[in-house]
């Protein structure tokens, strides 16, 4: 099938699909008369890359866990992705706590809560030594 038509059936622009070969995802099956050709197999690929996109992977991500046949080193990918994600889930969980509190806050500004300014000096980095 052609870049058209494999772009087509996942509804994909064609420069999707050539940014995706160009880091090295995704590969015509050949090319005829200089325009990409792909195989059945390209469909898989392109759903797999829909996939992981969909997870929350990076290109990069991908390309590392699709360019090994080494099991471990695709868990070793999933591992560091779920230690992210955990990283900014409690970071939307505080974030969403902050704000909930914000809009019961009893003070009439919660910009003058004490609660929600002591989740702001939380946020202020200590100083750095010189």
Same mark, same amino acid.
């Given at each position: 099938?052609?870049?058209?038509?494999?772009?087509?059936?996942?509804?994909?622009?064609?420069?999707?699909?050539?940014?995706?070969?160009?880091?090295?995802?995704?590969?015509?099956?050949?090319?005829?008369?200089?325009?990409?050709?792909?195989?059945?197999?390209?469909?898989?690929?392109?759903?797999?890359?829909?996939?992981?996109?969909?997870?929350?992977?990076?290109?990069?991500?991908?390309?590392?866990?699709?360019?090994?046949?080494? /099991? &471990?080193?695709?868990?070793?990918?999933?591992?560091?992705?779920? =230690?992210? *994600? @955990?990283? %900014? +889930?409690?970071? #939307?969980?505080?974030?969403?706590?902050?704000?909930?509190?914000?809009?019961?806050? /009893? &003070?009439?500004?919660?910009?003058?809560?004490?609660?929600?300014? =002591?989740? *702001? @000096?939380? %946020? +202020?980095?200590? #100083?750095?030594?010189?």
């Amino acid at each position: 099938m052609s870049i058209g038509e494999l772009a087509d059936r996942f509804g994909l622009a064609t420069h999707v699909l050539r940014h995706w070969e160009a880091v090295g995802l995704l590969t015509p099956a050949h090319r005829t008369s200089g325009r990409r050709r792909y195989g059945g197999d390209a469909l898989a690929r392109v759903a797999l890359i829909q996939q992981f996109k969909e997870l929350g992977f990076g290109l990069d991500q991908i390309r590392a866990m699709l360019d090994t046949t080494d /099991p &471990a080193a695709r868990k070793a990918v999933l591992a560091r992705h779920d =230690a992210e *994600l @955990e990283r %900014r +889930i409690a970071s #939307a969980t505080a974030a969403r706590d902050l704000i909930g509190h914000g809009l019961r806050c /009893p &003070a009439p500004d919660f910009i003058e809560c004490p609660t929600f300014l =002591a989740g *702001l @000096e939380a %946020r +202020i980095p200590p #100083a750095r030594g010189r």
